[in-house]
């Protein structure tokens, strides 16, 4: 099956600074690469995803960027703000299977 | 519109005692997932459901069982619990074929669950 490899598993940086955020993965059926973001006490939410036949898709200060020949994409947070603050989870979907990476907890510090 | 309702939030469980843990959603998805996740970890997904009177198991199914009667319903069963399956349980839901959910997957607010 998948797997999915995510990096770093723990991100500090300063407001108004950027945020990477990285994920590989094996299978290379997978097709959809979703983001999650995962406040304390709640469940993962939907916050950027990108398909198989598109190399980068961007949503105001959150980018994300897809190479499927070396099977890695990235998230990319610009202008990073406190509220930004949270776990990253990033995922591979193949047929009727999503796999998620082990979490990124992002701290923005003011 | 409520998303995806999962109860109860929390509870306590003794060693070989069953419990259900109840998951429903509002927005007519297909789709319905059951994942676990633990500390450091992700999340590892239980079972899953294509549609109602449809599931599957997914990649740690052991000690757990699902039914999924209605396309709004989807039940998670753990029988006889133990310590292993301490872990906070989160139900999601997707519209979609096989291929690719549309618009992702949503969550719901998870269930913490301790078996001691």
């Known amino acids: 099956g998948e797997n999915v490899e995510q990096h770093p598993s723990t991100l500090s940086v300063q407001e108004g600074d950027s945020a990477v955020i990285k994920c590989t993965y094996s299978?290379?059926?997978?097709?959809?690469f979703p983001w999650y973001k995962q406040e304390l006490g709640k469940g993962p939410q939907l916050i950027i995803d990108?398909?198989?036949?598109?190399g980068e898709k961007k949503d105001q200060r959150i980018a994300v960027t897809l190479n499927k020949t070396a099977k890695h994409f990235s998230l990319h947070i610009t202008e990073t703000q406190p509220e930004d603050s949270a776990v990253y989870f990033c995922?591979?979907?193949?047929?009727?299977?999503?796999?998620f990476g082990a979490g990124t907890r992002l701290t923005v510090k003011p | 519109n409520a998303g995806v309702t999962q109860t109860p939030k929390f509870r306590i469980l003794k060693i070989g005692q069953s419990m259900t843990l109840q998951c429903t959603q509002d927005?007519?998805?297909?789709?319905m997932y059951w994942y676990r996740q633990d500390p450091g970890m992700g999340l590892k997904l239980i079972y899953y459901?294509?549609?109602?009177?449809?599931?599957d198991k997914g990649e740690v199914p052991n000690g757990y069982n699902v039914s999924r009667s209605t396309t709004e319903d989807f039940p998670l069963r753990l029988e006889l619990a133990a310590p292993s399956q301490t872990s906070v349980y989160f139900c999601?839901?997707?519209?979609?074929?096989?291929?690719?959910?549309?618009?992702?997957?949503?969550f719901g607010s998870g269930t913490r669950l301790t078996v001691v």
């Open positions: 999601a839901s997707s519209y979609g074929d096989s291929a690719a959910p549309s618009g992702g997957y949503t």
């Open positions: 299978d290379s059926a997978s097709n959809y």
């Open positions: 990108i398909r198989s036949n598109v």
């Open positions: 995922a591979a979907h193949e047929i009727n299977d999503m796999r």
């Open positions: 927005m007519n998805h297909n789709y």
């Open positions: 459901s294509v549609g109602a009177g449809i599931t």
